[in-house]
């Protein structure tokens, strides 16, 4: 056990330089980036490490290490529908306008109809009076008339 540890501090110095190790790495890193029409963007990260080892008997160890990594992949958020715009708010709105127009139209029939009785009021006590006043005169002057005529008849 402790067999080689003590062999490599009996060694001579030229002997001691020559015991070393060689440690190469190379390493490779590729990202690929892929999409598609359901999900979104992903990253795919490819990543070699390469290792060679040297030994003081010249045996040669290579090791090689890939690692991929892939995020998950997350699919774009669904479109969320907007609000609606028939909010109570709204509704109510409408609804006091509606009644307005509707209070304000029974408002104008109700002033047509006053001013039709109005001029029908107007129209029967203006031919009833002028009917009696056009009979009244048409009498008195027939009267009047009659009795010019008569008091004329009797002058002569």
Not at 91 to 114: A, D, H
């Amino acid at each position: 056990m402790y067999h080689g540890s003590i062999e490599a501090i009996n060694t001579t110095p030229a002997t001691a330089a020559t015991t070393k190790t060689t440690l190469t790495a190379a390493v490779t890193s590729t990202t690929t980036f892929t999409t598609t029409a359901a999900t979104a963007i992903t990253a795919t990260t490819t990543t070699t490490t390469t290792t060679t080892t040297t030994n003081n008997n010249n045996n040669t160890t290579t090791t090689t290490t890939t690692t991929t990594t892939t995020p998950t992949t997350t699919t774009p958020p669904t479109p969320t529908t907007p609000p609606s715009t028939s909010s109570p708010i709204i509704i109510i709105i409408i609804i006091i306008i509606i009644i307005i127009i509707i209070i304000i139209i029974i408002i104008m029939i109700i002033i047509i109809l006053i001013i039709i009785i109005i001029i029908i009021i107007i129209t029967i006590i203006y031919y009833y009076y002028y009917y009696y006043y056009y009979y009244y005169d048409y009498y008195y002057y027939y009267y009047y008339y009659y009795y010019y005529y008569y008091y004329y008849y009797y002058y002569y």
